[in-house]
């Protein structure tokens, strides 16, 4: 990963957004130049294996008009965004989130902060945490 280039994690829900073309009418202009930069290579978007996963489960259960075996394929070749592990690292930082209950959004924040990248999230309880620099 080119270490030069600005990094985002991208959240659950935006990642929805981004991938059903909803996005744009729902973001910040602040997030709306964080995916500029990510499409004109600009900068590069991380997206944590959970976001994966919770993009797997609506998808099951028919909550978003995705086909989940194209998206990731997509993804893996798209060089613009990485797909990133849960690893050990990862768990310990979530394990040092205290501010935030749910477990799914303290990972999502460790991978950020593993990363040293801001977190593209309209999340209100991640922005209201101070667990991580975010963009919205």
């Given at each position: 990963m080119n270490q030069n280039?600005?990094?985002f994690v991208v959240d659950a829900h935006?990642?929805?957004w981004y991938l059903t073309g909803s996005l744009r009418?729902?973001?910040s202009s602040r997030a709306d130049?964080?995916?500029q930069a990510i499409e004109a290579g600009e900068a590069i978007g991380l997206v944590p294996i959970i976001v994966?996963?919770?993009i797997m489960h609506a998808a099951?259960?028919?909550r978003i008009p995705i086909n989940f075996t194209e998206t990731v394929g997509r993804l893996s070749h798209d060089l613009n965004f990485r797909i990133v592990p849960f690893d050990f690292p990862v768990l310990l930082e979530a394990a040092s989130i205290t501010q935030l209950a749910e477990l799914h959004d303290r990972?999502?924040?460790a991978t950020a902060r593993s990363y040293k990248a801001s977190l593209i999230?309209?999340?209100r309880a991640i922005q209201r945490s101070g667990a991580v620099a975010y963009v919205w």
């Open positions: 280039l600005s990094r935006v990642m929805i009418q729902r973001m130049q964080a995916f994966l996963a919770e099951e259960r028919k990972i999502i924040v999230t309209a999340d």
